[in-house]
């Protein structure tokens, strides 16, 4: 079982762009995600053995320290965001022919409320199942799994709502 | 398969950024830089191990702690001894007996014998004793001394 290795280059492999993609709903640029995966990472990798979940402990890290890294630099994100543009960098990789489809999803994903995000991103991109989620995220089940769908819903309606001409 | 879980499916289908590859180095060399001390580290002999833990250090300086407060205590009592005045209980019990000196002792042996005896021994120590040398107690309602006294009353 995947879970089960002692390899970290499979573990990052695995759900590397999920970690970097859940890091980027609390940071403006790739490089900021990518320095929140690799503290929670190293953090995850010396603890991994003392947890009852790997995979959920692993997201539960890059929320931990997304979070942290978000309070110590909130004052500077909030001057930076006011004098410069969102970035452009995207959150997907994707084909020219899905370019447009893929900026609406991401433009949608920028949108919903960090609750639901995190959950859409652990679900659909990380692979986890709402108890797991749920113990990432220290939460319930049900919990879970409500935002999941509040998050699909609202995420569909701001599709619809771009594609309307 | 619902509206839901087909909107999912179309998520799923697009594939997040992949890390890069520094920061998959940046891992591996934290990584290493974590596990380096302890593959690198001696093990500590069984003397060193002695000297780092506390439980065998306390196990040691007790003793030797407890030797010199002995030792210290020790040397303070006998300086102690050294410097405390001899006692001289002698003296005065020579001197209560001694019937050239006036003493309740040797008056009543006076007094046992004859009174005459007695007034003797007085008349002796009273001529061994030395004089009464009164003093006079001045008492001053004035401030002022004799001589500016008489002057005053002479004006006057």
């Given at each position: 079982m995947l879970d089960c290795t002692d390899d970290w280059s499979v573990w990052l492999d695995r759900h590397g762009p999920a970690l970097v993609l859940l890091a980027r709903q609390w940071t403006t640029c790739r490089a900021d995600a990518e320095d929140i995966v690799q503290e929670a990472f190293v953090r995850f990798w010396r603890s991994r053995e003392r947890v009852e979940d790997p995979a959920a402990y692993l997201f539960a890290c890059v929320k931990h320290c997304a979070l942290d890294s978000h309070r110590g630099r909130a004052r500077q994100l909030r001057r930076e965001q006011a004098t410069a543009r969102p970035e452009a960098e995207p959150l997907f990789a994707g084909s020219?022919?899905?370019?447009?489809?893929?900026?609406?999803?991401?433009?949608?994903?920028?949108?919903?409320?960090?609750?639901?995000?995190?959950?859409?991103?652990?679900?659909?991109?990380?692979?986890?199942?709402?108890p797991q989620i749920a113990a990432a995220l220290d939460t319930s089940a049900n919990t879970a799994a409500s935002r999941y769908r509040y998050a699909l819903a609202r995420l569909r309606e701001q599709l619809a709502e771009e594609s309307i001409p | 398969?619902?509206?839901?879980?087909?909107?999912?499916?179309?998520?799923?289908?697009?594939?997040?950024?992949?890390?890069?590859?520094?920061?998959?180095?940046?891992?591996?060399?934290?990584?290493?830089?974590?596990?380096?001390?302890?593959?690198?580290?001696?093990?500590?002999?069984?003397?060193?191990?002695?000297?780092?833990?506390?439980?065998?250090?306390?196990?040691?300086?007790?003793?030797?702690?407890?030797?010199?407060?002995?030792?210290?205590?020790?040397?303070?009592?006998?300086?102690?001894?050294?410097?405390?005045?001899?006692?001289?209980?002698?003296?005065?019990?020579?001197?209560?007996?001694?019937?050239?000196?006036?003493?309740?002792?040797?008056?009543?042996?006076?007094?046992?014998?004859?009174?005459?005896?007695?007034?003797?021994?007085?008349?002796?120590?009273?001529t061994h004793s030395p004089e009464p040398k009164p003093q006079r107690a001045g008492a001053y309602a004035f401030a002022l001394s004799d001589s500016e006294l008489e002057s005053l009353f002479g004006e006057l």
């Open positions: 020219l022919e899905q370019d447009e489809r893929r900026t609406a999803i991401e433009s949608a994903l920028r949108e919903l409320p960090a609750s639901q995000a995190e959950v859409l991103v652990m679900k659909v991109w990380g692979g986890l199942s709402f | 398969m619902n509206e839901h879980d087909q909107f999912a499916a179309d998520l799923a289908a697009l594939r997040p950024l992949p890390p890069s590859r520094e920061l998959a180095e940046r891992i591996a060399a934290e990584l290493a830089e974590l596990a380096k001390p302890v593959d690198t580290v001696e093990p500590l002999s069984l003397s060193q191990r002695r000297s780092h833990d506390p439980l065998w250090l306390a196990a040691l300086c007790a003793p030797v702690a407890i030797c010199l407060i002995y030792f210290l205590l020790r040397g303070v009592g006998e300086r102690q001894q050294i410097n405390m005045p001899e006692s001289n209980t002698e003296a005065p019990i020579a001197a209560a007996f001694d019937e050239s000196l006036p003493s309740l002792w040797s008056y009543r042996r006076a007094a046992d014998k004859s009174l005459d005896q007695l007034d003797a021994l007085l008349d002796k120590h009273a």
